[in-house]
């Protein structure tokens, strides 16, 4: 106990402590990492709005509200989209022929609850005529309970990440300087430690931004080639849903190596089994393919994030490898934490390793 009392003692006894809050804190994290990344992304990406509007607002929590709004409602709107054509579809399961035999056990029953004849209903039930409707329920109804559960399961998971990244974003946006200052005070203004740091936030600024960019990018010109296009079919529109679509393929330009193919090919193959099976000209799939490729695939893909990724310190090659790595070793969230790594590991070579080297050396 008497080291412990010393000055090294009562060092170590701090050094353990943090690092037993580290630890928990990184335990609480480790599950939601994938959440924290979606969330450091979209920082980065909303940072220069952000600031932009804090010029005119001056108030922190209201600028970072409207910023997470920004970013919230067409993401809502997307969603809510794909909804309405979701369930659009599945109006269209339900008129199928697949469920004409729950309608023939049902329908006698509903055309006497129809005819407001109550009393032959509860007779007929009553007599044991409902066994087939029992039945049907006995055997429906626990999978669908069971479908159900897992199904509200989801969607509380999803909203709960959901209110985890917007918690983790407002206070990023807000605070992000009062931490700058925290950590740059913490070790004593460290010119080497600043110069890096600094170095490293301005490039994920920009590789952040630029995919932010390369999303806008590559829906707008998708939805204006595919509007155009439906517009100029004499046959019927090309693209059902255009805008769905090309919001679609903007997301899918985050997608590592396949990119936004990951959702036009499909759709492409889609289209052409619709010309064997209904009166679709073939011509549909054929154009839709050649100028998706030539001009929805071209455009953003090549000339968008060339121009933007131009500004960044960091070669667009290793980032573009970050992303395919990182997804391949780390999973979905390895699409943020690909570039991330990069970034910290070009400026680390940059500019601490050849001065790590210079003192090994003289050492």
Do not use: C
């Not at 804090?54 to 600028?63: A, F, I, K, Q």
């Amino acid at each position: 106990m008497g080291v412990l009392r010393g000055r090294d003692g009562t060092r170590l006894v701090w050094i353990g402590l943090g690092l037993v809050i580290a630890a928990l804190i990184g335990l609480a994290l480790f599950r939601y990492v994938g959440t924290l990344l979606f969330a450091i992304f979209v920082y980065y990406a909303t940072r220069p709005l952000y600031r932009w509007l804090d010029r005119y607002l001056e108030h922190p929590n209201v600028t970072a509200t409207v910023t997470i709004l920004f970013v919230v409602i067409p993401m809502v709107a997307v969603i809510g989209y794909a909804g309405v054509v979701a369930l659009g579809e599945l109006d269209r399961l339900l008129a199928t022929s697949t469920l004409e035999t729950y309608r023939s056990v049902f329908q006698p029953y509903l055309r006497l609850a129809r005819e407001g004849n109550i009393g032959r209903l509860r007779a007929v039930l009553g007599a044991g005529m409902g066994g087939s409707v029992a039945g049907t329920l006995a055997q429906g109804l626990p999978n669908a309970l069971t479908r159900l559960s897992s199904i509200a399961g989801f969607v509380f998971s999803v909203l709960a990440r959901f209110f985890l990244m917007l918690t983790f974003l407002f206070y990023l946006l807000r605070d992000d300087q009062k931490l700058r200052r925290w950590f740059y005070d913490s070790v004593d203004h460290d010119e080497r430690i600043v110069e890096y740091t600094t170095a490293v936030d301005g490039d994920l600024e920009t590789v952040f931004v630029s995919n932010l960019a390369v999303i806008a990018v590559a829906a707008g010109v998708a939805t204006a080639t595919y509007v155009g296009l439906n517009v100029l079919a004499s046959s019927g529109s090309v693209v059902a849903t255009p805008v769905l679509l090309s919001l679609l393929i903007g997301i899918g330009t985050l997608i590592p190596a396949v990119g936004m193919k990951i959702v036009y090919v499909p759709y492409g193959l889609l289209l052409l089994g619709l010309t064997v099976t209904t009166a679709t000209p073939l011509w549909h799939p054929i154009v839709f393919f050649a100028v998706t490729f030539v001009v929805v695939d071209t455009i953003p893909d090549f000339f968008a994030r060339s121009f933007l990724s131009a500004r960044s310190g960091v070669h667009m090659g290793l980032v573009l490898l970050g992303y395919f790595l990182g997804t391949l070793a780390f999973g979905w969230y390895g699409l943020f934490l690909g570039p991330i790594v990069v970034v910290l590991a070009v400026h680390f070579a940059d500019e601490i390793f050849p001065d790590l080297v210079d003192d090994l050396l003289v050492g």
